[in-house]
């Protein structure tokens, strides 16, 4: 008799409340699943995003280079509706034109811009080196806005705007800087 008046006292859970505690733990244990999986999508894409940030301050450094030597006149430092030489609306990003300048008139026919890895050897410059086009890998564009300033006609603002795909993603980087007709 002294086993009945245990088994009455004793309180333990049931197959449904069982059941369900499985069932919000798997949903737990999913939802962390699923956030690392994007999480890994996303930081895959590190590698397109320092090439953005590169290829947007290379057209930077392309207009005050071409500002400080002096290859183009500060009329020239304009979007082509303008009359300047850069180019409107977004363009594949290739290599520079004769003109040494990216993102100008003078670009058309130029090769696609590339990225060269070292191949299975470790070793940049060898055989195995896999060539990787920009426009291909990550579809990147490039658009060079260059604006005037209202009652400031010796400083232009210029907006560089790098669009590309990085895995199932579709990235933007805005780099956006002032320059002065004066070096």
């Excluded at 055989?127 to 086009?133: E, K, P, R, S």
Aim: charged share 15%; glycine share 10%.
């Amino acid at each position: 008799m002294p086993t009945n008046k245990l088994a009455k006292n004793e309180h333990g859970f049931t197959l449904l409340e069982t059941m369900i505690a499985i069932l919000v733990l798997s949903i737990g244990v999913l939802g962390l699943a699923a956030l690392l999986g994007n999480g890994l999508v996303f930081l895959n894409g590190s590698q397109a995003d320092f090439i953005a940030q590169q290829k947007a301050a290379e057209a930077i450094e392309c207009v005050f280079t071409a500002r400080d030597t002096q290859v183009l006149a500060w009329a020239q430092i304009q979007n082509v509706a303008g009359g300047g030489l850069f180019l409107t609306g977004a363009q594949p990003i290739t290599d520079p034109g004769p003109d040494g300048l990216v993102g100008t008139v003078a670009d058309s026919g130029v090769n696609p811009s590339t990225i060269i890895y070292p191949g299975k050897d470790g070793i940049l410059g060898t055989a195995d080196d896999v060539v990787l086009q920009l426009s291909d890998a990550y579809n990147m564009t490039r658009t060079i806005t260059i604006t005037n300033i209202v009652n400031e006609p010796s400083v232009r603002q210029i907006q560089v705007i790098i669009n590309y795909q990085s895995g199932r993603f579709v990235r933007s980087y805005t780099l956006t800087t002032y320059i002065s007709q004066y070096s």
